[in-house]
């Protein structure tokens, strides 16, 4: 053996090229590699391996595990080659499983696989195949605590659609039971806030609406859907200043939304702001052109009419 390549501390110049070590060596080191964050010289090591025994699923495995760990570790791999690293796990534990049907880590390995992308419902089925081949292995208890998840989250997955189902068709009461309940099993939930704050803008709860999507603001910043409802709801309050910071907000978040544009050119409209308003109106409809009513609203603008008054609580 390569007295460098014994010592972990060695450069992985030395490491990689330097050592023609067997699929156990190169395993070995590649292990230590991984359990020290190193994921770029564990990958490289644990190709070496693939390619001395290509018959090994389970340093096939090794070799997906690293690449699936370097995907979540590198911050400045681009999406092209975070891609590459998830597809080549994914052919590496296939090819794992060609070579060993019953290789639990593989199925282990594809449930992490496709968490990553976000597909519960396979990542649920590779852990149960790999509970059913070691269901007293070493990551059992892991496996049984990732499944516990993907229920807890698909149960409120299930809640939420539900709430959202009894919204949008006349049920507004039903649906704040349910994203309540959402919210009893996690009250971090943006989803459950956010259709809390839809039933109760639908049963005219004004205040517990905006404390609903004040807090669904809170939980998820990027996503202008909140803000925008919280804007509304505020507008209808007469809280002027606040609906047009908020509305705002959304704007910045996703600039080609055609009611966010449209709710706020009728706020502008309404305080004599016409030219703000006009402008945004022209926006929204470069968008959606097929939005009669705000055609129809633009023609009262420029004619000097006076805004529609607002919807009151």
Request: net charge negative; hydrophobic share 40%; aromatic share 10%.
């Amino acid at each position: 053996m390569d007295e460098h390549y014994v010592d972990g501390n060695d450069s992985p110049e030395v490491s990689l090229f330097q050592f023609p070590g067997t699929g156990e060596d190169l395993a070995t080191i590649g292990l230590r590699y991984s359990d020290q964050g190193r994921y770029h010289e564990a990958l490289r090591l644990f190709e070496q391996a693939v390619r001395t025994s290509p018959e090994n699923a389970g340093y096939r495995v090794m070799l997906a595990s690293a690449c699936q760990h370097l995907a979540g570790s590198d911050s400045s791999l681009d999406q092209d080659r975070l891609d590459d690293l998830l597809d080549r796990a994914c052919e590496q534990l296939f090819e794992a499983l060609k070579i060993d049907p019953d290789c639990a880590d593989a199925y282990r390995e594809l449930g992490y696989l496709y968490r990553t992308m976000e597909a519960p419902w396979r990542a649920r089925e590779m852990w149960s195949y790999y509970l059913e081949l070691e269901p007293m292995g070493p990551a059992a208890e892991e496996v049984r605590s990732l499944l516990e998840q993907i229920d807890r989250l698909q149960n409120l997955h299930r809640l939420c659609e539900e709430a959202s189902y009894h919204v949008n068709h006349g049920e507004p009461e039903r649906g704040l039971q349910l994203a309540s309940e959402a919210l009893e099993e996690d009250p971090e939930w943006y989803d459950a806030w956010f259709w809390k704050g839809l039933a109760c803008r639908e049963l005219e709860m004004l205040d517990d609406g905006i404390r609903a999507f004040a807090r669904a603001c809170e939980l998820d910043a990027t996503n202008p859907y909140a803000f925008h409802e919280l804007a509304a709801l505020l507008a209808r309050k007469g809280e002027i200043e606040a609906a047009e910071g908020f509305w705002r907000k959304a704007l910045e978040l996703d600039d080609d939304e055609p009611w966010i544009t449209a709710n706020l050119a009728l706020l502008l409209w309404r305080l004599d702001r016409r030219e703000e308003a006009e402008q945004l109106m022209i926006r929204s409809l470069d968008v959606d052109p097929a939005n009669r009513r705000l055609w129809k609203q633009l023609r009262s603008l420029r004619a000097g009419e006076p805004a529609p008054p607002p919807d009151l609580p």
